[in-house]
């Protein structure tokens, strides 16, 4: 977490010049906030991925249900 909230105020301490200077560090900062999001998932034991569906009820009333994500497959070449 110190990670990303460290690479977070690095990007917000930045001062870009122009419009390509600004978009290649948002790029780069975007891949680097990823990895570390990716390296700390397995540390924090995230559970799996969720989808709400449209039916079921919750506590406020309002339906719902969870499903299990499928995951996507790649696309074969022809």
């Known amino acids: 977490m ?7 105020a690095a990007f917000c301490r930045r001062r870009f010049r122009d419009q390509a200077e600004y978009l290649e ?9 990823a990895a570390l999001v990716r390296q700390l998932r397995p540390q924090l034991g995230t559970v799996e991925k969720r989808s709400f ?17 499928g995951r996507s497959k790649p696309a074969r070449a022809a």
């Open 2 to 8: 110190t990670a990303i909230e460290q690479e977070a």
């Open 25 to 33: 560090a948002k790029d780069s900062h975007c891949k680097r906030i």
């Open 53 to 69: 569906g449209t039916s079921g009820t919750s506590t406020k009333g309002v339906p719902f249900t969870v499903a299990r994500r």
